[in-house]
Each structure stands twice: as C-alpha cells, then as structure tokens.
C-alpha cells in the first residue's frame, strides 16, 4: 500500500533500521538506506530493497553528526525518489558509563547521532510533507524515552528528547495530514546491545550470561526479546489509514518493562 511513496530511514544499514527498510519496500515504498558498514554488504542489501519493492532504493552516506549531510540527503530523496513522504529517525549509538567517567566526546557523539539528527531531518522534511500534505515521520525512541537505567545519562537524555520533539512537532504539522510518533521498544537483540554487554559487564562485575538474564531480560516481564520484524510492522502500521489520528504518540513496544 505504500506504492509511489519514499521513504528516508536513518541508521539503516543494520538492526531495527535495516528491518524497517525491508518492510516499507515490501508495501512497494522507493526507500533511501543510510548508515555505516562495509561498501558491498551495503550494496546488496539496497539491490535487494529495490528487487523486493519494484521501486528505486538508494543509499546515501549521510553521517547523522552533520546537519548538512542530514539537509542534502532529503534533497537528493525529493530529487531522484521524490517526497520524502516518511522519514524514520532511527541512527543511535549507545554508551555505558557512570557519569564521572563517561566521556565528553561520547556524550556530544550521542546527543548529535541520537537526538539533534532527529530535528535536522524534520526540519528539511517538514516543509515537503506540508507543500504535499501528507507525511510520516517516525523515531525509533526507546523504553529509556519514559524511564532511566544507571550508567546511560547520554542516551536517556537524548532518548527523551525524541519523545518531546514527537509532541511538538506532531502538534505543528496536525492539520496537513502528517502524523508524528515514536516507537519506545524494550530490547531488541541487535549489534548495539550485543556490543554493550561487555561495558555493562565491566561497569557492574557481572558475566555475560548475567548481563542478558539480569540485567537486560531483568526489565522485560516477558523474558524475550522484541524483534526488530516486530518493531517495524508497527512502523508500517503507522503509515497506514488506520493510524490517521495516532499522531504525538509514544507507543511502547517493550514486554511490560514499563508497566512496571
Ligand atoms: P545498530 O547498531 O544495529 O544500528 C545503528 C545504525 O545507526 C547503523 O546502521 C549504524 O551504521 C548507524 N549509525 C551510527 N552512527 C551513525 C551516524 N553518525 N550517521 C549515520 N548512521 C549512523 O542499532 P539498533 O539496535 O538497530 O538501533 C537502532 C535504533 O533503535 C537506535 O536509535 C537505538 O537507540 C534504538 N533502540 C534500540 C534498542 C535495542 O534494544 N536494540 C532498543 C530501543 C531503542
């Protein structure tokens, strides 16, 4: 159902951003993939995206800590796939320290990655989804955009600040058909958390079997981890008719962890 449409996910080269790639392709959505990693790997997941979509794919190298980049990205999607008519901020990186020894460049690196990227690609798409009144813009927040865990001060500040940048843009575009929300998922195993399980296990002198049993699934009531298939299908739920007036919303995808 998404034929003729485009969409910009950021940080998709890997984990939850390549998922929701491959999912807006499958409704036939022309997608532009961007993230880090290895060029040919790169270069067959997005022939892939085009083969499954029947549209155009694209890549582009834009790095989430430039705002240029992040403005001549947009362009070039109005350029060559038009829109864009969805936008997922999803580029993240995390890092675990207690805040007197987390260090100063870690902490700019997450706030720019994790957060002031997210205003930058709405602050060039916006005007395109207003000229053409209709747009999705979707965040990838997190369980730690409602609640804290210790040793992540950047990343629950900058996971935070999605949710209220959601709300407010959400109420700024509410009467030219664009809708604006969050997605707030528990853990999902991807390369991210499988590379904070060393830090955390350092941080707190725990195992690696102790990390994911009590530590990670500890916050989970369900014991499993969300998939990032699962993460994304609610991605393409929200561009669909059926999700018209969910807009400014935080919507947990996290196994009761913040019921609790
Ligand atoms: P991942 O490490 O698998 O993917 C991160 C992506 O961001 C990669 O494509 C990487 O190349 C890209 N990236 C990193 N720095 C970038 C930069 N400067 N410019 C452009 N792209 C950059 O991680 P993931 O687990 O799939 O995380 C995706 C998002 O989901 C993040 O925002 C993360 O905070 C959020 N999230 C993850 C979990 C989880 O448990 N995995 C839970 C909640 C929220």
Same mark, same amino acid.
């Given at each position: 159902?998404?034929?003729?449409?485009?969409?910009?996910?950021?940080?998709s080269?890997?984990?939850?951003?390549?998922?929701?790639?491959?999912?807006?392709?499958?409704?036939?959505?022309?997608?532009?993939?961007?993230?880090?990693?290895?060029?040919a790997?790169?270069?067959k997941e997005?022939a892939?995206?085009?083969?499954?979509?029947?549209?155009?794919?694209?890549?582009?190298?834009?790095?989430?800590?430039? +705002?240029?980049?992040?403005?001549?990205?947009?362009?070039?999607?109005?350029?060559e796939l038009?829109? +864009?008519?969805?936008?997922?901020?999803?580029?993240?990186?995390?890092?675990v320290?207690?805040? &007197?020894?987390? +260090?100063?460049?870690?902490?700019e690196?997450?706030?720019?990655?994790?957060?002031?990227s997210?205003?930058?690609?709405?602050?060039?798409?916006?005007?395109l989804?207003?000229?053409?009144?209709?747009?999705?813009?979707?965040?990838?927040?997190?369980?730690?955009?409602l609640?804290?865990? +210790?040793?992540?001060?950047?990343?629950v500040?900058?996971?935070?600040?999605?949710?209220? %940048?959601?709300?407010?843009?959400? %109420?700024?575009?509410?009467?030219f058909r664009?809708?604006?929300?969050?997605?707030?998922?528990?853990?999902?195993?991807?390369?991210?958390? &499988?590379?904070?399980?060393?830090?955390t296990?350092k941080?707190?002198g725990?195992?690696?079997?102790?990390?994911v049993?009590?530590v990670?699934?500890?916050?989970?009531?369900?014991? &499993?981890?969300?998939?990032?298939?699962?993460?994304?299908?609610?991605?393409?739920?929200?561009?669909?008719?059926?999700?018209?007036?969910?807009?400014?919303?935080?919507?947990?995808?996290?196994?009761?962890?913040?019921?609790?």
């Amino acid at each position: 159902f998404l034929k003729g449409k485009s969409a910009i996910v950021t940080g998709s080269t890997s984990g939850i951003g390549l998922a929701y790639a491959k999912a807006f392709a499958a409704e036939g959505a022309s997608v532009v993939i961007n993230g880090f990693g290895d060029a040919a790997g790169i270069e067959k997941e997005r022939a892939a995206l085009a083969e499954t979509s029947g549209a155009k794919a694209l890549y582009d190298a834009a790095d989430m800590t430039k +705002p240029g980049e992040i403005a001549a990205m947009v362009a070039r999607c109005h350029a060559e796939l038009g829109g +864009p008519d969805i936008i997922v901020n999803n580029a993240g990186i995390q890092h675990v320290a207690p805040i &007197e020894d987390f +260090p100063a460049d870690k902490f700019e690196a997450i706030m720019k990655i994790n957060l002031t990227s997210a205003w930058y690609l709405m602050q060039a798409a916006v005007p395109l989804m207003k000229a053409a009144k209709w747009g999705r813009i979707i965040s990838t927040a997190s369980a730690h955009s409602l609640v804290a865990s +210790p040793n992540k001060s950047a990343y629950v500040m900058a996971k935070h600040g999605i949710a209220g %940048l959601t709300k407010t843009i959400a %109420l700024e575009t509410a009467t030219f058909r664009i809708t604006v929300n969050c997605i707030s998922p528990g853990y999902v195993w991807t390369p991210l958390v &499988e590379g904070q399980i060393p830090d955390t296990m350092k941080a707190r002198g725990l195992t690696r079997e102790q990390v994911v049993n009590d530590v990670l699934l500890s916050a989970q009531p369900t014991k &499993e981890f969300v998939t990032a298939e699962q993460v994304a299908a609610m991605a393409v739920y929200l561009c669909g008719d059926a999700a018209k007036s969910i807009t400014g919303a935080n919507l947990s995808m996290d196994g009761g962890w913040t019921a609790a």
